[in-house]
């Protein structure tokens, strides 16, 4: 605690008291440097309408070391539509960047406006998101969930649709072209002698195309074909791949598996 001037005269103390240099005229709407009785001006300046200190901060002994640019960026709403909350994300150089299982969000939230890109990115040992429809008479298929699907098919002719989401429309809009690719695991029900329909082309978007019309039925798409034809048994897999090199618009499919038995 400092020491009173209780019983001074201000000749007595007037080093110690703290004034603005005004001409008499107190505050105002300008900035004033804040100074002793003696002359000696301080780093702060005051006004009725705000502060500026032109030095060093310090919170509870510790130095503030954010430039005006980070405090500027604590709350950010500006004319490209993005907002932030009144947060701080910092990642020192060549550091990590963690997120406590949360995720980081790069999908556009406006029409006309790319999604953003991450660039010199290398997976780390952790697996896709698993899109589990589960037991279904038709799949279908939204890329904004993921880019992998399994299904446990229990019809006899089950449904294949690719829906086409904002956020790959909107990369119509991006500097460089985005390609697409999905993966879906086609599992058999107890039942067995499932088949897959695909979808007709001239549809608005998600048309699937195989090369050669190639695996549109039972009879050309499993490999242990016999004359007599081949039924797939219960629990027997088919993968597929799919690609898409115009905003999901058509959609290349390429089965890379057919008839795999799994344990479990």
Known sequence: MGTPLTGQTPSESYIDLLKISNSNTGLNSTLKRVGDGGGTDSIISISTSGVDVSGAISLSGTSLIASVDDLNKLNRSVSDGIFQSNKVLTVDSNRGLFTLGGDIDLISNGGGVSNGTISNFGAGPFGYVMNNLG??????????????????????????????????????YAATDRAYWLRLVVVQDGSGSRDLS??????????????????????????KLTPSGYAPTSGEMDIFDFYSYDHGINWIGQRIASGVLRNG
Do not use: C, M
């Open 135 to 172: 037991l279904v008479s038709s799949i279908s298929i939204n890329p904004e969930t993921g880019p992998v699907f399994k299904a446990t098919i229990t019809s006899s002719s089950t449904t294949v649709s690719i829906s086409t989401p904002t956020f790959i429309l909107n990369d119509y």
């Open 198 to 223: 695909w979808p007709a082309t001239g549809q608005a978007n998600g048309n699937i195309h195989f090369p050669s019309g190639q695996w549109t039925s039972a009879l050309n798409r499993y490999p």
